[in-house]
């Protein structure tokens, strides 16, 4: 592509304003190169190099990812994300579309000037671009994290400017075009403010100024120990109950019996053990997330300690639906989803080798394990009517997309099942596959989704297994899946308004 525009140039006709523009861009250059910033002879060229290809903010993402908070790591990902959808603006438009040439570097003085000049044409500023482009992705996502790289990405584009190689309008319309392609980025895939729960029904729960009265059991195999003490140092008079996986269920009972509030700290089979003993004993929950997705405490709005001591200190809590299903004698309940079909024996499988080789490899090779096995879908009556069925996924709430993002919940007490299958038939990997890609669809030939506040499976085969809230049971005969509305009052911090 070759350059479309030449601002060196003269157009014909009259165009006072741009030959005013480009004049006053000129003489605020020359007034950057007469200034003597204290300190900022040996500091700002080091500065201006070390953003050379991105690599000062994709080591800044790495330092926002390694401080293990959810909110940091999302912004981490978006501030990357903003920068290279700017930096491919850059040089696929902006660079090939305005011909521009460097400025002179006579009023620069010597010790400012870069060993190797850059070639490029000068309008837009690429670092301008990038370090503004990056800054807005995590203030977008976390606005305190925002606050802190601001002033690094502002010194990054004045830098720019100091060092000789930008006119300052190629540094502002960098700078607009790098927090243009953030904002670009949040519209594809929406901040978590953005998708931000609406107001739940309101629940009475006690106010806990110091934690006293909260009794919080935690799982230790799930290397949760820091927030732990996070919630502890905030909450000081909490009592802190660590246990192996095996015997988390029993230290739930005895810590019913003595709190107010009853508090869990795990993965999901932890906190489904914690909702089920809450709801027999008729005590709040307040969910600490520990494990690796935290579907139900994210969906909440608690992402971490200092959440949940908010909601705790200020007695905000509200109330939520719960799953429950029964199949003879075995019965249930469920935060998150129940499913039968392929996801059960998947989640056997990994279970068999997470402890051995970590929990997404194992995730990998059990979904490789599960497709590539010669089997038979199952067999189930839906209405009266026999399905053979790859997959059945019942949601306890409705899962919305928006954007690009994964499905989540926006509202955990609206009474109804989001029930999704996928028929049987040859190819169970393509089905499955195509089905994911289908999302929003309610229909497809590979698969269906309704929203349901009940639902009934009869004929089902012996043996057959049953996953909700990542444990697995077998199953029988009828298997009914229905909700507890509003059964379970959780603590979590009020919306922003």
Not at 150 to 169: D, E, K, N, Q
Not at 232 to 257: F, H, M, N, S, Y
Not at 388 to 417: I, K, S, V
Request: charged share 20%; aromatic share 4%; with cysteine.
């Amino acid at each position: 592509m070759s350059p479309d525009v030449d601002l060196t140039v003269p157009l014909p006709g009259r165009h006072r304003l741009r030959k005013k523009l480009l004049a006053l861009d000129s003489r605020l250059f020359e007034f950057a190169a007469e200034q003597h910033w204290p300190g900022a002879e040996p500091v700002l060229p080091r500065l201006t190099r070390s953003a050379n290809h991105g690599v000062l903010w994709f080591a800044t993402a790495a330092a926002l990812a390694a401080s293990r908070t959810p909110r940091a790591r999302r912004a981490a990902v978006r501030g990357v994300a903003s920068l290279a959808l700017a930096s491919l603006t850059i040089n696929t438009l902006g660079k090939r579309s305005v011909r521009r040439p460097r400025p002179v570097l006579d009023p620069v003085p010597l010790v400012r000037q870069l060993k190797r000049q850059p070639i490029t044409t000068s309008f837009p500023s690429g670092h301008a671009a990038s370090a503004a482009a990056f800054a807005t992705g995590v203030a977008l996502e976390s606005p305190g994290w925002g606050l802190a790289v601001a002033p690094v990405a502002f010194s990054v584009a004045m830098s720019r400017v100091y060092t000789g190689v930008h006119f300052p309008s190629d540094v502002l319309a960098g700078a607009a075009l790098g927090a243009g392609a953030a904002f670009a980025v949040r519209g594809l895939v929406p901040t978590r403010a953005q998708l931000g729960p609406p107001p739940r029904p309101r629940a009475d729960a006690p106010t806990l100024p110091d934690g006293e009265g909260l009794v919080l059991v935690t799982n230790t195999a799930a290397g949760s120990a820091e927030r732990v003490r996070a919630l502890q140092g905030l909450l000081p008079g909490v009592e802190i109950v660590e246990c192996e996986p095996e015997d988390v269920r029993a230290e739930l009972e005895k810590a019913a019996a003595r709190a107010r509030v009853l508090g869990v700290c795990g993965g999901d089979g932890t906190v489904n053990a914690g909702a089920e003993v809450a709801l027999r004993h008729g005590l709040p929950l307040a969910v600490l997330p520990g494990g690796t997705l935290n579907h139900f405490s994210y969906d909440l709005g608690v992402e971490g300690a200092r959440d949940l001591a908010e909601a705790l200190t200020r007695g905000e809590a509200v109330r939520v639906d719960v799953g429950r299903f029964v199949s003879g004698e075995r019965r249930g309940v469920f935060l998150n989803t129940l499913s039968l079909g392929v996801y059960p024996e998947l989640v056997r499988v990994r279970e068999h080798w997470s402890h051995r080789i970590g929990g997404w490899p194992a995730g990998v090779l059990a979904a490789l394990q599960v497709l590539n096995t010669d089997r038979h879908p199952l067999q189930a009556e839906l209405g009266g009517r026999p399905h053979p069925l790859w997959l059945l996924f019942a949601g306890n709430g409705t899962y919305h997309r928006m954007g690009l993002t994964p499905g989540r919940r926006l509202d955990l007490a609206d009474g109804l099942l989001d029930v999704r299958v996928v028929h049987g038939g040859r190819r169970p990997a393509l089905r499955l596959l195509a089905a994911a890609i289908a999302g929003p669809l309610t229909r497809s030939p590979v698969h269906a989704a309704e929203q349901v506040p009940r639902l009934r499976l009869d004929g089902v085969a012996p043996g057959t297994l049953l996953a909700y809230d990542g444990e697995v049971v077998e199953v029988s005969g009828d298997v009914t899946v229905d909700k507890m509305p509003q059964a379970l009052t959780v603590y979590r911090p009020a919306p922003l308004t």
